[in-house]
């Protein structure tokens, strides 16, 4: 099973990015799909779930209005769409597949850089 971010870097406070996770080796349509975030120095944090389908999202207080998850599950990937973005959002962004029975095994990314930086 792999989980490969992309679409980290350097932007400006405001401006936008968009992360994208593939994932292989594994039912993709089968697995919930999240965004986690760590900065330095502080715990990981959930950022946004989507369902198996993709009929139900949650986001973190901190990201709503500005953050957007959507997945592909013909293409096995999973987005986040980062709208306005500050620099408390600085962090490294992982993927994570979660079994949608609650049953097997979790995979994490190995995560991708963003910096919000005037």
């Known amino acids: 099973v792999q989980l490969v971010e992309s679409g980290g870097g350097l932007v400006q406070p405001g401006e936008s990015l968009r992360l994208s996770c593939a994932a292989s080796?594994?039912?993709?349509?089968?697995?919930?799909m999240s965004w986690y975030r760590q900065a330095p120095g502080k715990e990981r944090e959930l950022v946004a779930t989507?369902?198996?389908?993709?009929?139900?999202?949650k986001y973190a207080d901190s990201v709503k209005g500005r953050f957007t998850i959507s997945r592909d599950n013909v293409k096995n990937t999973v987005h986040l769409q980062m709208n306005s973005l500050k620099p408390e959002d600085t962090a490294v962004y992982y993927c994570?597949?979660?079994?949608?029975?609650?049953?097997?095994?979790?995979?994490w990314g190995q995560g991708t850089q963003v910096t919000v930086s005037s």
């Open positions: 994570k597949a979660d079994p949608a029975t609650g049953w097997g095994s979790e995979y």
């Open positions: 080796g594994l039912a993709f349509s089968s697995y919930e």
């Open positions: 989507i369902t198996r389908r993709g009929w139900s999202t």
